[in-house]
C-alpha cells in the first residue's frame, strides 16, 4: 500500500527545502530521504579514479543495473580498453559457485587482452557481501594463479558506506598497496587526489625550494613511475578520502603523511606551512608576498563583481563554508550555500557563519523537490548571480559560473589568487551550463 511521505497539500517547494545558516542543525541540517541526482557530473567516481593508476584494468562484477554507470564512464573516458566486466544474473546468485565464477571471468578477460596488465583493479559489488563470497580465497588464488599481476583489492559496495569505509576510501586503500617497500628518498608525494597539485601549489613549492622532490599521484606516466612513490619519505593529502590509504603507508612502508586540508583562511593557510616547515625542519617561509598577491587578486575581483550574489556549492571545494568566510571576510555578497551536510571538521566555520551571517540561505542538493524548483531566468548583462560549482550554477540557471571540482587540485595563497581571476573570467563571459556540466570526472580525459 502507497503511503504519502508528504501531507496533502504538498508544502512549497522553496519553503520546504531552503533554510537559513541561523536556524540550521549541525552537523545534519536536512533529514536523510529519498534523493535525487541533478545532471552535474563534474565530480569523480572510482572508476575515473582508478584509471589513474597507469598500466592497469579494472574488472567489475556485478549485475547489468549497476555495471551502466561504470561502462559509461570508461566509455566517455575514452579508456574502454582498460575496462572489463563479469556480469552476473540471477541464475548466478542461486546455482553457481561464485568464488570459481570469479576466478574464470578474471582468467578469461585476461587471456583476451592484447597486453597483460600490470595491475588489475577488481571491484565485486554490495551482492558478494550477500552471498557470503570468500574474497580473501579469490585474491589468494588470483595471486598464484597470476604471479606476473598485482592485484588490487576494491570493492564497489555503497550499501555500507555510512558504517564501513566508502567505496572511494577503500580503492585509495587498495591503490596504496600497490605500492612496493622501496629505500627512502627526500621525494613527497601526493597521494589520493584526483586532480594534479599545480606548479604553483604552496606546499609543493615550498619542498622544492628545499631540495626535496615532489611527485603526483595523479601525474604517474607509467606503472614504474607509480611504483616509485613507494620511494617517497613524505605523503602529502588533502582529499579526505585518501586518510585509510595514507595511513595503510605509514603502517605498512613507514612513510610519513601531512595532512593539507583545503582551507581558504589566510591564516590557517600559513600555519600550515609553518607547521609542514617544523616537521619537515627546514627553514619557515615567508608568506607575506603571497599574502598580498591573494589579497590584490581578491580586491581586483570585488572591484569589478560589486555586491553580486554568490552562490557556493559543496562540489567546489571540499570546505565551502571556509570558502564562504573567506569571501563574506572581502566585501563578496554570498547569499546561498548547497551542502547536503556539513563536516565536523568546518564547525568553527559554521558557527561563524551563524553567528555573523546567519541570514546566507543553505540548501542541499538531492532533495527531490529540487526537481520542481524554476530556474531563474538570466538576461543578457550583469549577472544576477554567480555560482561556484557546477550545482550551484544549475541549481541557480546561472551562465556565469567558475567549473571546478575538488578546488581544482589547487591549495594555498596561489588557490585564492586564482579563484579570484577565474571569478572574474566567469563575471564576463557566461559558459553553456548544459554542455559543462554533462561531462563526467572534470579535469580527467573526456570524448564529450
Known amino acids: 500500500m502507497l503511503k504519502r511521505i508528504f501531507p496533502s497539500p504538498a508544502p512549497a517547494p522553496g519553503r520546504a527545502i531552503c533554510v537559513t545558516i541561523g536556524e540550521a542543525s549541525f552537523p545534519a541540517p536536512f533529514p536523510h530521504r529519498l534523493e535525487y541526482s541533478p545532471p552535474c557530473r563534474g565530480t569523480w567516481n572510482i572508476v575515473h579514479t582508478g584509471m589513474l593508476v597507469p598500466e592497469a584494468h579494472q574488472i567489475f562484477i556485478c549485475a547489468a543495473g549497476c555495471l551502466r554507470g561504470v561502462a559509461l564512464t570508461a566509455a566517455e573516458m575514452g579508456l574502454m580498453g582498460r575496462f572489463s566486466s563479469i ?40 551482492v558478494h557481501h550477500f552471498l557470503g563470497c570468500n574474497l580473501r580465497y579469490v585474491y589468494r588464488e588470483l595471486h598464484r594463479r597470476h604471479p606476473d599481476i598485482d592485484f588490487a583489492e576494491c570493492f564497489m559496495d555503497p550499501i555500507r558506506q555510512t558504517r564501513h569505509l566508502t567505496p572511494e576510501e577503500r580503492l585509495r586503500r587498495a591503490i596504496s598497496r600497490l605500492l612496493p617497500e622501496l629505500q627512502k628518498k627526500k621525494q613527497a608525494s601526493f597521494f589520493g587526489g584526483n586532480l594534479k597539485a599545480p606548479i604553483a601549489h604552496d606546499a609543493a613549492r615550498l619542498l622544492r625550494e628545499n631540495g626535496w622532490t ?53 591564516d590557517a593557510i600559513e600555519q600550515l606551512l609553518m607547521q609542514l616547515a617544523e616537521h619537515l625542519g627546514i627553514k619557515a617561509p615567508d608568506c607575506t608576498e603571497s599574502r598580498q598577491k591573494a589579497e590584490q587578486a581578491l580586491g581586483d575581483a570585488q572591484d569589478l563583481i560589486g555586491q553580486t550574489p554568490i552562490a557556493i556549492d559543496l562540489t567546489f571545494t571540499f570546505r ?17 550555500i548547497y551542502a547536503d551536510a556539513i563536516s565536523p571538521k568546518e564547525e568553527a566555520d559554521f558557527r561563524y557563519l551563524q553567528e555573523h551571517h546567519g541570514d546566507i540561505e543553505l540548501w542541499p542538493t538531492k532533495a527531490p523537490l529540487l526537481r520542481k524548483l524554476p530556474r531563474p531566468a538570466h538576461a543578457e548583462g550583469a549577472p544576477a548571480c554567480l555560482a561556484l560549482g557546477q550545482k550551484a550554477a544549475f541549481f541557480q540557471g546561472t551562465p556565469h559560473f567558475v567549473n571546478l571540482v575538488e578546488g581544482g587540485g589547487r591549495w594555498g595563497f596561489s588557490a585564492i589568487e586564482s579563484l579570484a581571476h577565474d571569478i572574474i573570467a566567469a563575471y564576463r563571459t557566461p559558459k553553456d551550463i548544459e554542455a559543462n556540466v554533462r561531462r563526467k570526472g572534470l579535469g580527467g580525459p573526456s570524448l564529450l
Not at 96 to 124: C, S, T, W, Y
Open 87 to 126: 556480469e552476473l544474473r540471477e541464475s548466478d546468485l542461486t546455482g553457481r559457485d561464485n568464488e570459481q565464477l570469479i576466478l574464470a571471468g578474471v582468467a578469461d578477460i585476461l587471456a583476451h587482452l592484447p597486453e597483460k596488465p600490470r595491475a588489475v583493479l577488481l571491484f565485486p559489488a554490495c
Open 214 to 266: 615532489v611527485c603526483d599521484m595523479a601525474d604517474c606516466a607509467s606503472y614504474n613511475n607509480f611504483q616509485e612513490l613507494g620511494a617517497s619519505s613524505l605523503q602529502l593529502y588533502t582529499n579526505p578520502f585518501s586518510l585509510p590509504a595514507v595511513r595503510d603507508l605509514r603502517e605498512r612502508l613507514q612513510q610519513d603523511c601531512f595532512y593539507l586540508p583545503q582551507v581558504w583562511d589566510e
Open 320 to 336: 565551502p563554508l571556509s570558502l564562504a568566510c573567506l569571501l563574506l571576510r572581502h566585501g563578496f555578497h554570498v547569499t546561498k
